[in-house]
């Protein structure tokens, strides 16, 4: 169902996402030790971990999948469209980075110009975005229409021959992770696959395909295919929740993505200040909510404001 221009499937999806992300991965790390994940757990969460970004990475490409390009003005309309929606965002974060000391100025450019997993060392979270980039840099090469789709597939495996060369020579293994579920939602309308989200026999076997992607290999073209498989789970289950504060969380998930780390490490220094060893738990869900809440309305008065004042100029 498309509401306002959004598809409630993928709203849902998005704030699963960012909330176990936000909420659960890396929130743990702000709490007292005792919470710490357990060595016997830890690599399940590792690739359910894996399946969450797959799934961000899908969406990505599947909400570009109405793009195509056959001049350089399309180009110039793709980049301008995209990169105004989170570029600046991105850029704020990065020097909040910078400022704090958590990175250098190298890794401050590297992740504003999707360098970041190429050149490295990869910086945490923003490392992601930094790919996402990347990925829309290479995104009018894939979609370009060309005499024959054989050349945007021939395309499509030389730029993934090329991530596995980068990565053979020192690159983040990510790229050659994600860039499959990239791809695969590129090549995706979205209107099918939130046809396929609503498709009940999928939603039935769902489950038991999600618990293969549990399965640990250390093989990286297994874990491609684990991945796919589960983000293909992913995506049908969360797709198919119905709860109403998804669609304020999906609003604010880019903020609160982006911004939670500098909000934990401000939330634990003032605890630790009164000698706790990290955020109680009870003031880490009060704080996750706080977080929330501000990344919202930081949306809502980007979209609404600065948005329209950079196209204006």
Known sequence: MKNKGRY?????????????????????????????????????????????????????????????????????????KRFVRFFFILLFSAITYYLLKWISLAQTCQIVTGLNLIIGPSVTTLWFFSMIILFYLITPLIRYKYDSIITNILI??????????????????????????????LCLPTEKAVQLIRNKLLLAVSIPMLCIQFIFSNWLAVQILLELFGIASFIVICGNLRFGFLKYLAVASMIAYLFHRQFFSLERTLFEKQGCS??????????LLMLFVISYWGQIFYDRYFTRWIKFA
Do not use: M, Q
């Open 156 to 185: 499509c495996i030389a730029i993934f021959l090329a991530f596995i060369y980068l990565t053979i020579t020192g690159a983040d293994r990510r790229l050659v992770l994600y860039f499959p579920a990239y791809v695969t939602g």
């Open 278 to 287: 990290g955020i109680p738990l009870w003031a880490a869900c009060l704080g």
């Open 8 to 80: 409630i499937e993928y709203d849902a999806i998005r704030a699963i996402c960012v909330l176990y992300i936000v909420g659960f991965w890396h929130l743990n790390s702000y709490l007292p030790s005792h919470y710490s994940f357990s060595s016997a757990w830890l690599p399940l969460l590792h690739n359910l971990t894996t399946v969450v970004l797959g799934t961000f990475t899908f969406i990505s490409g599947s909400l570009l999948s109405k793009y195509s390009f056959s001049s350089g003005l399309d180009i110039v309309v793709f980049f301008k």
